[in-house]
């Protein structure tokens, strides 16, 4: 006989599963002659005359009318889980089914009565009972068995909901063959909900209780059980453990749309992410206008190794391009970029361009050649207290850069330009606001001038860019201390990396030339509370330090400037504004040789400029 490690898998795995379904017919198959001589005794008051040669001939009509249906229904083949209420279901039909073959074989079959009426329908009955019950005893076996004794530290975990994500969450942490969770008492701010038992684990309080009960069960993490949660709940929540119960750990479950199925796993609980610790939800966009608009187009990303040049970069190449040339000064940025995207770096593909915008011969020479559908100009400095210091260099690189990109889309007949601005535009007060503004306008001039579209897109602060607060507060934190926030009531606008992007995308597929694109960024977030919930997400006693604004630093960052309307577009987070065109010449000449204080007064005075 042949050893078992010889056996090809798709053996032994077809055998597994026969037997499987041959053992499920069979346990049927018995509770069927069970049911209908437990039907027949008590139909004779307890004893089942002899002989009683027409129960054994009922029996086979009805195991093989269970098996037939059972088969044709999908019952046996695994079709729902195993004791689950899908199983249930189909079992109930599958039996009545049985039962109606039952009387009718007795009634006109034959043409003769082989058991009383009574016998098919109390028998149905207890099968339905019995194969239910049987079902569920061997499910809770099979989970039993199947559980592992931990060899780790299990996490006891408060879950906040007991509503259907938060029965689903206990349910599966009961399960875990793992047994990685343990969970402890749930939180739920309905009153209905009051001494409600979920598996045994009880509904301790609401909301407000929060600090006590995590004292009282020993709970290190607090699991947020509400798929459907806003965005204004987690952040409550978050800032309530903050505030209540620190050295809870915070996890959430995955938001409707991303739960595979509709139904949670132990593997859909997470840590908090980016956009949980801002209070802010991704924004569902339509996949295949962005796709469309890109497809088999000819791409060309400035600044491509940047924060937001490389997710372009990453994005665009999925949705097939016919070339995506990545410019950029960086030769390390163009490798990193170059890697995320192609699993290799050897930076010898003529897609790959090192170049500094400043030089505007070289600009031209790559237009030239490459000869583009797209432009995303994302290539800028954009530190703004550095550049306070340095404005000559902003407008060699922000301003000068960007006419130079904006000149040989021009020569080369570009079809759409997409500039990268920021909220610091809308009524600048800094070096970097009075440049993006004034990249604003240039774009906006070649727009209603030229034959293509040439739009810019303004958004606010991007985390997971260099030098995100989140990444520093989060280097702060890894160091011990302490988190330095500028002032107590800064407010500032978030987005992800991943959205920005996305949104930037279809901005340029519906934009309208020789405007600016504004993304809708949510509702400002104070920074303290963000250092507030990473304090707290660590665990550590970590103390807050203001260090007051700095030059060209605003308390809270706007949107729209002065005199700018709101206008809609065709998705409902994104608007457009106007903005005055500005000729080209005007920048040509700037003096960046003059002192800083002169320099950032004649910058200031363009933006304002008609």
């Not at 509709?262 to 840590?271: A, F, P, T």
């Not at 790959?352 to 030089?359: Q, S």
């Amino acid at each position: 006989m042949p050893r078992r490690g010889r056996i090809p898998d798709f053996l032994l795995r077809r055998n597994g599963y026969a037997a499987r379904l041959v053992a499920k017919m069979v346990l049927d198959v018995g509770l069927w002659a069970f049911c209908l001589t437990a039907a027949v005794w008590l139909r004779f008051d307890f004893s089942i005359p002899t002989p009683y040669n027409a129960l054994a001939s009922v029996i086979a009509v009805a195991a093989g009318c269970q098996i037939v249906v059972g088969l044709l229904s999908r019952l046996y083949m695994g079709r729902a889980p195993y004791g689950s209420f899908d199983e249930v279901s189909s079992l109930v039909v599958t039996v009545l089914v049985a039962a109606v073959v039952l009387v009718a074989f007795d009634r006109t079959v034959v043409n003769r009565q082989l058991v009383p009426l009574s016998t098919p329908i109390i028998g149905s009955v207890f099968m339905v009972a019995a194969a239910s019950t049987a079902r569920y005893v061997l499910r809770l076996v099979r989970d039993f068995s199947a559980r592992q004794p931990p060899t780790h530290e299990v996490s006891r975990i408060l879950v906040f909901g007991a509503g259907d994500g938060g029965v689903q969450a206990v349910t599966a942490m009961r399960r875990d063959p793992m047994h990685r969770y343990n969970p402890v008492g749930l939180l739920d701010d309905d009153l209905r909900m009051r001494h409600r038992r979920i598996s045994n684990v009880a509904v301790l309080g609401d909301r407000s209780a929060l600090g006590r009960i995590a004292d009282r069960t020993g709970a290190d993490t607090l699991l947020i059980a509400i798929p459907s949660a806003t965005s204004e709940l987690v952040a409550e929540i978050v800032g309530l453990v903050a505030e209540q119960a620190p050295h809870l750990k915070i996890n959430v479950l995955p938001s409707l749309p991303e739960l595979i199925g509709g139904s949670i796993d132990v593997n859909d609980i997470r840590e908090l992410s980016d956009d949980d610790i801002i209070g802010r939800r991704q924004v569902e966009i339509d996949g295949e206008i962005v796709a469309a608009s890109v497809r088999g187009r000819r791409v060309l990303v400035t600044g491509a190794g940047g924060s937001i040049g490389s997710e372009l970069c990453r994005q665009i190449h999925r949705y097939s391009p016919a070339a995506l040339i990545m410019v950029d000064r960086d030769e390390s940025a163009l490798h990193g970029v170059q890697l995320s995207i192609e699993g290799r770096a050897l930076l010898d593909s003529e897609d790959l361009v090192l170049l500094d915008i400043r030089e505007a011969e070289v600009v031209e020479k790559i237009f030239a050649e490459h000869k583009p559908h797209i432009v995303f100009h994302a290539a800028a400095l954009k530190h703004l207290s550095l550049l306070e210091r340095h404005p000559a260099e902003a407008v060699k690189t922000n301003i000068w850069g960007t006419l130079n990109v904006l000149d040989a889309a021009l020569r080369h007949g570009v079809d759409r330009f997409v500039n990268m601005s920021t909220d610091k535009a809308a009524n600048p007060v800094s070096v970097l606001g009075y440049c993006k503004r004034i990249t604003e306008r240039l774009t906006a001039n070649v727009g209603y001038a030229s034959h293509g579209k040439y739009l810019s897109v303004r958004f606010g602060n991007v985390l997971g860019s260099r030098g995100s607060v989140l990444g520093v507060f989060q280097s702060q934190i890894a160091a011990g201390g302490p988190v330095t926030v500028t002032d107590p009531d800064v407010t500032r606008y978030f987005m992800t990396v991943a959205e920005a992007v996305r949104l930037v995308i279809l901005a340029g597929a519906i934009g309208e030339s020789g405007n600016v694109m504004v993304l809708d960024m949510g509702t400002p977030v104070k920074v303290r509370e963000v250092a507030q919930r990473l304090i707290a997400q660590s665990g550590q006693d970590i103390r807050i330090v203001y260090t007051g604004l700095r030059p060209g630093e605003k308390l809270d960052e706007e949107l729209f400037g002065a005199g700018e309307t709101a206008l809609p577009t065709r998705h409902p987070r994104l608007s457009l504004t106007g903005v005055p065109r500005l000729d080209p010449a005007r920048v040509a000449d700037i003096d960046v040789g003059q002192r800083v204080d002169k320099l950032v007064a004649a910058l200031r005075d363009l933006t304002r400029s008609e």
